[in-house]
C-alpha cells in the first residue's frame, strides 16, 4: 500500500525490523556511520536489535544522539546515513532510519539512563535555546556531571522542531517524550526567558561557570523584490508556526512560494496540507540544485506542489488599492560558473510575465532575530549573519561563552544542530575543568 506523504511513516512491527535488521552486512569501518553527521554506530545498534535488545540498540544511539526517534522521522537519510550503506550496490539500502526509529520506540519502556554524576558538581552551564542544539549540549553536560540551567524564550522546548517542522514530518508526541527524557536528566529548565528581554548575557556570564548560546535563527530575510511591503506577502516561518499552533486554516489561493530550500518545501506542502488545491514554488536554478534534500523535493511533487523552475521573482504585482493580483517573474538560464561554483542564473530578455497569486510565502533563508543580535553584539560575527566560533572547541569570541547548532553554523539539518552542540558540549567541559584546576 502506497504511503500518505502527509502523515507520519508508520513504526516497524518488532518481526518486521527483525527482519530488515538481518539484511545488515556489518560492514567493518562503516560507510553508514561515516555518513551520519553524529557519527552514531549504526551496526552496533543494528546487532542489538537483531537478539531483540530493544534498550540496549536506544543506549547505543544515545551515547551520540539524544534524539534519535526525532531524528529517524527528520534526517535527510537518503544523503546521509542510508545514502552510504553498502547494501544499496547489491539492492536498496538498509532502512536505518525505520530501524532506529523502531529501537528508540521499543527501547524506550526498559531504557535507563541515569546521569554520571561526579561525587560533587563539576560546575554550573547555562544553555540558552530549547532547540535540538541546546538540548543536546544539556544532555551531554549533564550526563558528565554538570549543573545545567536551559533558558527558552518561549512556553515550549523544541525550537524549530515544535515551531516549524510540520506535524505530518514529526509527530509532537514523539518529539515531547524524547525532550522528557532529557528534562528527567535533571535538567533544570527556565521558560519564558529571552535573551536580551528577560536576561542577559553578562547576568549569566556572572552566574555560571560557562554559557552556551543556541538559539538559532529565529527571523526570515526579507526578499528586496519591489511591492513587497502590503498584504498578501507572508514569511514561511511564520506560516509554519501558525499552521503547527492550528492558528492557520487556509490560504488564498493561488498559493506562490519563493524558495529552493527545506523551509520553502515545508511551507509549499504545508499549503497543500491545509486544502490549497493551486501551490506553486519558483526557484531561479534547476530542480537537482535546490538546496532541499532529495527527499524532500520529491514529496512536494508527490503532494501536487507545482514546481516552477528557472525563474525569478522580480515583483509583486498590486492593483490600485494595493491588493496583491500576482508575482511579476522572468525566466533565466543557467551560466556555468567559470570558477566551479554553482552555475549562474541569469535573465532571459523578454520572458517576464505575472503569476497570478492570492498570497506569497517568501521563504529566502534564516538570521538571527533583532533582540538576539542586539543581546549578542558584544561577540564577533561573521559576514554570513552566524556567530563566529572556533571550530575546536565552539568557544565565540568571548571566554567561557560558546555556540553551536544554526546560530554558529548557519541553518542546517536537526542532527548537524545536535552535532553542534554535542561538540560545544565537550569544549565547555575542557574550559571549566582547566578553570577549576588552577
Not at 525490523?17 to 569501518?29: I, K, M, T, Y
Not at 509549499?268 to 530542480?287: H, M, W
Not at 538576539?372 to 571550530?391: C, F, M, N, V, Y
Amino acid at each position: 500500500m502506497k504511503r500518505d506523504p502527509l502523515q507520519p511513516r508508520p513504526l516497524l512491527r518488532p518481526a518486521e525490523a527483525l527482519a530488515e535488521a538481518n539484511r545488515c552486512q556489518g560492514c567493518v569501518d562503516a560507510a553508514c556511520r561515516k555518513g551520519c553527521p553524529l557519527a552514531v554506530d549504526v551496526g552496533a545498534f543494528i546487532r542489538r536489535i537483531r537478539t531483540g535488545n530493544w534498550a540496549g540498540a536506544l543506549r547505543v544511539m544515545y551515547e551520540r544522539n539524544p534524539l534519535p526517534e526525532t531524528c529517524a522521522f527528520i534526517c535527510p537519510v537518503e544523503a546521509m546515513c542510508e545514502g552510504k550503506c553498502n547494501s544499496g550496490q547489491l539492492g536498496y539500502p538498509i532502512r536505518i532510519a525505520e530501524l532506529q526509529q523502531a529501537a528508540a520506540h521499543y527501547g524506550a519502556e526498559t531504557f535507563k539512563r541515569k546521569a554520571g554524576m561526579a561525587a560533587e558538581t563539576t560546575g554550573a552551564v547555562a544553555v540558552v535555546g530549547g532547540g535540538p542544539a541546546g538540548l543536546a549540549c544539556a544532555a551531554k553536560l549533564r550526563l558528565d556531571g554538570f549543573e545545567v540551567h536551559l533558558f527558552e524564550r518561549t512556553d515550549m522546548l523544541g525550537g524549530a522542531l515544535t515551531w516549524w517542522i510540520p506535524a505530518y514530518r514529526l509527530p509532537r508526541k514523539t518529539l515531547q517524550e524524547e525532550i522528557q527524557r532529557i528534562v528527567d536528566l535533571g535538567v533544570v529548565i527556565h521558560t519564558g526567558q529571552a535573551l536580551g528581554r528577560d536576561i542577559t548575557l553578562a547576568d549569566l556570564r556572572g552566574r555560571f561557570d560557562a554559557v552556551f548560546l543556541g538559539l538559532g535563527l529565529g527571523a526570515d530575510r526579507e526578499s528586496q523584490i519591489g511591492g513587497r511591503v502590503g498584504p498578501g506577502v507572508l514569511d514561511a516561518l511564520e506560516v509554519l508556526e501558525q499552521a503547527n499552533a492550528g492558528q492557520l486554516q487556509d490560504l488564498p489561493e493561488p498559493v506562490v512560494v519563493i524558495g529552493g530550500g527545506s523551509t520553502a518545501i515545508d511551507a509549499a506542502v504545508t499549503a497543500r496540507y491545509l486544502g490549497a488545491k493551486e501551490v506553486y514554488l519558483i526557484y531561479r536554478r534547476g530542480f537537482v540544485q535546490m538546496p532541499a534534500w532529495p527527499g524532500e523535493r520529491g514529496r512536494a511533487v508527490e503532494v501536487g506542489v507545482h514546481v516552477l523552475i528557472l525563474l525569478r521573482p522580480i515583483e509583486y504585482a498590486r492593483d490600485v488599492d494595493g491588493r496583491l493580483l500576482g508575482v511579476r517573474c522572468v525566466r533565466t538560464k543557467l551560466e556555468t560558473a567559470a570558477n566551479g561554483g554553482r552555475d549562474t542564473p541569469m535573465d532571459v530578455p523578454g520572458s517576464e510575465f505575472i503569476l497570478s497569486a492570492g498570497c506569497v510565502i517568501e521563504a529566502i533563508g534564516q538570521k538571527a532575530d533583532d533582540m538576539a543580535q542586539r543581546a549578542l553584539a558584544s561577540l564577533k560575527w561573521t559576514p554570513e549573519g552566524t556567530l563566529a566560533i572556533d571550530s575546536a572547541t565552539g568557544q565565540t569570541s568571548l571566554p567561557g561563552v560558546f555556540a553551536g547548532g544554526d546560530l554558529a553554523s548557519g541553518a542546517g539539518t536537526a542532527a548537524q544542530a545536535i552535532a553542534g552542540g554535542l561538540a560545544a558540549a565537550e569544549g565547555i567541559a575542557r574550559y571549566i575543568r582547566k578553570h577549576k584546576a588552577r
